[in-house]
């Protein structure tokens, strides 16, 4: 893939994500670096579920990439922006294969999808985003998502029933689109309405922008019913070995 191949679409998606990832990092007070913008890299060990390096740009240099990341210590991952890259002669094996997704603003949910009865707001302060975490992970908070990301560009997206978390996601304003991340449903049931929620949440928080993310399986299909469109594949490496 070249740059000319890309669609025009994919690039903001990349760097969204990216940043959200940025945000995260440094919000555990990592040091993190976007290298000569073809990618962005912590040099040490990030938060779980949060990648050590991304590319921003098809063709990067895995050499130039892996060098100042932190290959040694155990679950060093690369997110693979436009899966172009080999890492299995790095001690790498693929995690999964996805779907960058894209919906212009103003498209209609799926088919009119109802809330679930779901009330929608907004995580505010440390308790509740304490709280929408515990309901994300199914388990208590461990404080991967700290206080100080809640802010004019991030919002934690809480869906309430009868006043406990049930659904969320995690919305972002970066690079000149609306990322949705982290999206959850705690009945299957209710993902129709997880998506509406956030969507609409979004929509009135940002107006006019378009939403973008990434999804795969189930998930990429739920998404397209919502008015998303896949642009562009993904994969995420885990260093596995040696």
Not at 46 to 64: C, F, I, K, M, N
Not at 171 to 193: K, P, Q, R, W
């Amino acid at each position: 893939m070249t740059t000319d191949d890309l669609d025009t679409r994919l690039r903001p998606a990349v760097l969204n994500n990216a940043l959200f990832c940025d945000a995260v990092c440094r919000a555990h007070g990592l040091p993190t670096d976007f290298g000569d913008e073809s990618f962005w890299l912590s040099a040490s060990r990030t938060p779980p579920l949060y990648p050590d390096g991304v590319t921003l740009a098809p063709g990067t240099s895995e050499e130039s990439l892996l060098r100042r990341m932190d290959t040694d210590s155990p679950g060093c991952s690369v997110k693979d922006s436009f899966a172009d890259l080999d890492l299995e002669g790095d001690g790498f094996e693929v995690l999964f294969d996805a779907q960058w997704i894209h919906r212009p603003a103003g498209a209609p949910t799926a088919g009119g999808a109802p809330s679930g009865g779901l009330e929608w707001s907004e995580a505010a302060g440390e308790a509740e985003l304490s709280a929408w975490e515990a309901a994300w992970d199914g388990e208590e908070s461990t404080g991967l998502f700290r206080p100080v990301l809640l802010g004019e560009e991030i919002a934690f997206l809480a869906g309430r029933r009868d006043g406990r978390v049930v659904a969320g996601a995690v919305v972002n304003l970066a690079a000149g689109v609306v990322g949705v991340s982290n999206l959850f449903a705690h009945d299957e049931a209710d993902t129709d309405a997880a998506w509406t929620g956030a969507l609409t949440s979004a929509a009135a928080r940002w107006p006019g922008h378009d939403v973008v993310g990434y999804e795969s399986g189930d998930d990429l299909a739920t998404a397209v019913r919502h008015g998303f469109a896949p642009i562009g594949p993904l994969r995420i490496w885990l260093r596995t070995s040696e």
